[in-house]
């Protein structure tokens, strides 16, 4: 029973950053990838970034040279540094961890674990 739990949300400036985490716990944590996803009121969840098994990374076209993924397979936690955040980054952030092999880690669709989310808001 794998349970995620995202932290460091938060109030922040335009153009500022900020650092989510999301923390592993349980007694299986096998997986394919483990990623970031977000929803904005009124938007679906979408992909934000992932990191399969093998470390490749992939990031969502809106994102792409402003976040970055990362893990730390001891502490059991990966993070999603935010850099130059716009109004548009506003969402709950999500955490998840995906057991299939098979398609792209940046559809949220197949993840079996899902933490409760972390409110990012990106206002002056």
């Known amino acids: 029973q794998v349970q995620l739990v995202e932290s460091g949300g938060g109030l922040v400036q335009p153009g500022g950053s900020l650092t989510l985490s999301c923390t592993a716990s349980?007694?299986?944590?096998?997986?394919?990838?483990i990623g970031w996803f977000r929803q904005a009121p009124g938007k679906e969840r979408e992909g934000v970034s992932c990191?399969?098994?093998?470390?490749?990374?992939y990031y969502a076209d809106s994102v792409k040279g402003r976040f970055t993924i990362s893990r730390d397979n001891a502490k059991n936690t990966m993070y999603l540094q935010m850099n130059g955040l716009h109004p548009e980054d506003t969402a709950v952030y999500y955490c998840?961890?995906?057991?299939?092999?098979?398609?792209?880690?940046?559809?949220?669709?197949?993840?079996?674990?899902w933490g409760q989310g972390t409110q990012v808001t990106v206002s002056s």
């Open positions: 990191i399969t098994k093998a470390g490749t990374t």
């Open positions: 998840a961890t995906r057991i299939e092999r098979w398609g792209s880690c940046l559809a949220p669709g197949r993840y079996d674990y």
């Open positions: 349980g007694f299986t944590l096998d997986y394919w990838a």
